[in-house]
């Protein structure tokens, strides 16, 4: 099997990791701090410190790997979806890499990586599966048929999980990114304080009702007493998670019911989250189903599962050319 150099751009972090025979050597992420400034990332910014952190980040995860890039048999990376700005400056290095040795591109989707950050490491599960894959971006349940073939059968019709986590956190004046910081302070409330819980149906998802319940309740409770949250944070942000915790762990009811698929996996950086993580491992023992959660490192946006998936690609021999250009909407 082939040692792979992979590159991570899609967003504000930038990662390198070195795969050799689908084992990870190395995993190296460089994170923009400059984003909590501004309550969010801002595109610019994210573009121009990916091409400040690119060249550290992959010449430490050859130091890490305890190689060099003559032992380089392929360039796997982000194609989309992201940032665009982001987007480019990983695709450029990929491309100049590559074209410097005369070594093959693999363009990855970041969601399909996500899924695929399970066999980063052991225990990794059986084919077919079924995927919840959550982050600030994307809410999807995922059925993995192969490594190469995932059908989405449920998403969400406008916010995701995460942004639901950083924007209603923003409301209780946490800072950015929010999610983390709701898990923390949930830790130590009870969820008291009643919010909405939109079901678009079928196994789709909609978070954007109840940032907009929490906006309403927040406006009445402070009108009623203005140290509502900073009396209430604690139990506010449990509240929150609650809502948004359940609202996953039944669509992943709904989907092993019609799927009859048991074995169930997270994937996704709010699969970093403690109350999910306990939540599907909990309903995974009680359904008598085989549950699958990556260690935190494999949780968040990171090169690990590009490579593991361009190992994947590189096996079944797709490959791209070096017209190849970042999208968006992958």
Known sequence: M????????????????????????SNVTATQAIHVEFGGVVPEHASRAHQRNIVPTVAVAFQRAELTPEDVDAVAFTRGPGLIGSLMVGVSFAKAFALARDLPLIEVDHMQAHVLAHFAEDPKPEFPFLCLTVSGGHTQLVVVRTALDQKVIGRTLDDAAGEAFDKTGKMLGLDYPAGPEVDRLAQTGQPTVA???????????????????????????????????????????????????????????LAVAQTGLTRVALAGGVSANSSLRAGLTELGKEKGWQTFIPRFEYCTDNAAMIGVTGAFKYAAGKFVGQDVAPAARF
């Open 2 to 25: 082939p040692t792979i150099l992979a590159i991570e751009s899609s967003c504000d972090d930038t990662s390198a990791a070195i795969v050799k025979d689908g084992k990870v050597l």
């Open 195 to 253: 919010f909405a819980r939109p079901d678009p149906g079928e196994l789709n998802f909609s978070f954007s009702g109840l940032k907009t319940s929490v906006l309403y309740t927040l406006q009445k409770k402070l009108r009623e007493d203005p140290d509502f949250v900073k009396n209430n944070l604690a139990d506010t942000c449990a509240s929150i998670q609650e809502v948004i915790v359940s609202v996953l762990l039944r669509k992943i009811e």
